[in-house]
C-alpha cells in the first residue's frame, strides 16, 4: 500500500514538472530561415524567385587575400557572416569593415565563426590589394577572409545564393557604373548553408543583435 502511494505521489510530481516545462514560453530566440520568396524580388535570380523553401548557399570557389583557394568547403560546418564590398570605397564600406573588426573580436580565434568579404570590383581588387586591406583591418587570415575572383561568378553568388543585389535605383550604395550596387548589409548564414538573417552593416545596434544572434546558432 505505502509503495502504491509513493508511487502515485513521484508520478503526479513528474506529472506536474513535465506539464510546467510544455507550458511554459521559451525564452530562446529562434531566428528565421531565409528562402527567396522572403526577400526583395529585386534581389533574387528571376529564376528562383518563386522557390519558398529549401534554399542553401551554392558552392563557390575564389582566391582569398593569401592567394589560396577558398571555398564553402571551407564554412562547412560553421557559423558565417557575409559582405559585398571593395576596397577602394571611401562611403558604406570603411563602416561596415569596422563593424566587421567588432564580430571578428567578439569570436576572436573561434574556429566556429568565419567571415567572409566578397569584392564585388575584381579587376581592382587582386590579391594583393586584399592583403593589404586585410592587413590594415588586422583581419585574422584564419577567420576573415577576403575574396576575389571572376566578376560574373562573384555577381552569380550574390544573386542566387545571398541575394544582396540592390536596384539600381539606390543611390550611394556601390561602385558607380557597374552593373552591381552593393549594400550595406551583412548576411548571417548557419552550419548548413541557410540565410538566418540580414543587418546593417553600418549600424552598431544591428551589429549588436548579429553578434548576438552568431551564439544563438552556436548553442
Not at 50 to 64: E, M, P, V
Not at 201 to 207: C, F, H, L, M, R
Request: glycine fraction near 6%; proline fraction near 3%; include cysteine.
Amino acid at each position: 500500500m505505502k509503495k502504491r502511494v509513493l508511487f502515485l505521489m513521484i508520478f503526479f510530481v513528474v506529472g506536474v514538472f513535465t506539464a510546467y516545462f510544455i507550458s511554459k514560453p521559451s525564452t530562446e530566440k529562434i531566428l528565421p530561415v531565409y528562402n527567396p520568396i522572403d526577400v526583395n524580388e529585386e534581389m533574387v535570380d528571376p529564376e528562383l524567385a518563386r522557390i519558398g523553401y529549401g534554399h542553401t548557399i551554392g558552392n563557390f570557389s575564389f582566391l582569398d587575400q593569401n592567394g589560396k583557394i577558398f571555398s564553402q568547403e571551407q564554412v562547412k560546418g560553421k557559423v558565417y557572416v557575409v559582405e559585398y564590398f571593395f576596397t577602394t570605397c571611401g562611403t558604406i564600406c570603411p563602416k561596415m569593415n569596422a563593424q566587421m573588426q567588432r564580430i571578428q573580436q567578439a569570436y576572436k580565434n573561434s574556429k566556429k565563426v568565419a567571415l567572409l568579404s566578397f569584392t564585388v570590383n575584381p579587376k581592382t581588387d587582386t590579391v594583393e590589394q586584399l592583403k593589404r586591406y586585410a592587413l590594415d583591418h588586422e583581419a585574422n587570415d584564419q577567420q576573415w577572409h577576403f575574396l576575389t575572383g571572376k566578376q560574373e561568378k562573384l555577381y552569380h553568388l550574390a544573386r542566387t545564393s545571398f541575394f544582396v543585389l540592390k536596384p539600381a535605383e539606390v543611390e550611394n550604395q556601390g561602385d558607380e557604373g557597374s552593373d552591381f550596387i552593393h549594400t550595406n548589409n551583412f548576411v548571417l548564414v548557419d552550419q548548413t548553408g541557410r540565410i538566418r538573417g540580414y543587418y546593417d552593416g553600418t549600424s552598431v545596434k544591428e551589429v549588436d543583435q548579429l553578434i548576438k544572434d552568431i551564439q544563438v546558432l552556436l548553442n
